[in-house]
């Protein structure tokens, strides 16, 4: 299989399971995704099924029970802590619903450092830093703390940080849930936008109908499993 055709993310036969007291709770079962590169999918499902989890082990945020996962060819949990983060922050880009921005430190600097983690000179990073924050609309919010924007102001600061190092794999939680819907709109319209334009992989776990509708797949999560999402 040649570089074009290996896919951008490969889950197979991933479970995850957590104890309550006495009970076992099993979240994933033998579950398997494939992303291609440059294509868009939604994980759909009701809150508590585990979309949350099954994205922070796609992107090694979690170890998983048992399977694997692979982006490109490199299985993620073969490797050691110290490699494994050196892949994360190189090959994966995370959107979360509450930002997860540093409050201390402006736009541009939260944009930075996924780029200073590389071991990017701080002139390098700010250049691609701030070029990123102007294509997301945001070029007169540089210098801004994100206690100075707006809720779609931050997440659009999320996005710009997610694809900064040009990532192969994009994953967002539930990345307009906490938007009023026209905010939504617009960063839902600006993610999609940027995952075409970078020609990553994009896995979405959301609750919104409008941007599941919008992903090249739409797949529900229940049971532990994934099954294609078809219309009622």
């Given at each position: 299989?040649?570089?074009?055709?290996?896919?951008?993310?490969?889950?197979?036969?991933?479970?995850?399971?957590?104890?309550?007291?006495?009970?076992?709770?099993?979240?994933?079962?033998?579950?398997?995704?494939?992303?291609?590169?440059?294509?868009?999918?939604?994980?759909?499902?009701?809150?508590?099924?585990?979309?949350?989890?099954?994205l922070?082990?796609?992107?090694?945020?979690?170890?998983?029970?048992?399977?694997?996962?692979?982006?490109?060819?490199?299985?993620?949990?073969?490797?050691?802590?110290?490699?494994?983060?050196?892949?994360?922050?190189?090959?994966?880009?995370?959107?979360?619903?509450?930002?997860?921005?540093?409050?201390?430190?402006?736009?541009?600097?939260?944009?930075?450092?996924?780029?200073l983690?590389?071991?990017?000179?701080?002139?390098?990073?700010?250049?691609?830093?701030?070029?990123?924050?102007?294509?997301?609309?945001?070029?007169?919010?540089?210098?801004?703390?994100?206690?100075?924007?707006?809720?779609?102001?931050?997440?659009?600061?999320?996005?710009?940080?997610?694809?900064?190092?040009?990532?192969?794999?994009?994953?967002?939680?539930?990345?307009?849930?906490?938007?009023?819907?026209?905010?939504?709109?617009?960063?839902?319209?600006?993610?999609?936008?940027?995952?075409?334009?970078?020609?990553?992989?994009?896995?979405?776990?959301t609750?919104?109908?409008?941007?599941?509708?919008?992903?090249n797949?739409?797949?529900?999560?229940?049971?532990?499993?994934?099954?294609?999402?078809?219309?009622?």
């Open positions: 299989m040649n570089e074009s055709e290996t896919p951008a993310l490969n889950a197979v036969g991933l479970s995850r399971h957590f104890d309550d007291g006495e009970k076992r709770i099993d979240v994933l079962r033998d579950l398997h995704l494939t992303v291609a590169r440059g294509e868009s999918v939604a994980v759909v499902g009701e809150s508590g099924v585990g979309k949350s989890t099954l922070h082990l796609l992107g090694a945020l979690d170890r998983p029970d048992g399977g694997s996962v692979s982006i490109g060819d490199q299985d993620l949990f073969d490797l050691s802590a110290a490699q494994l983060a050196a892949v994360r922050n190189r090959s994966v880009g995370f959107v979360f619903q509450f930002h997860h921005l540093l409050g201390d430190f402006d736009a541009v600097e939260n944009v930075m450092m996924p780029l983690i590389q071991g990017r000179s701080r002139a390098q990073a700010r250049a691609r830093a701030t070029a990123v924050l102007e294509r997301v609309g945001l070029a007169h919010r540089l210098t801004h703390r994100p206690g100075q924007l707006s809720g779609g102001e931050q997440q659009r600061v999320a996005v710009a940080r997610s694809v900064v190092t040009s990532p192969p794999v994009v994953l967002a939680d539930e990345p307009t849930g906490n938007l009023d819907p026209a905010t939504a709109r617009d960063v839902q319209d600006l993610l999609l936008e940027i995952q075409q334009e970078a020609g990553c992989a994009l896995v979405v776990a609750h919104s109908a409008p941007l599941a509708d919008a992903l797949r739409k797949l529900r999560l229940a049971g532990g499993v994934l099954t294609v999402e078809t219309p009622e």
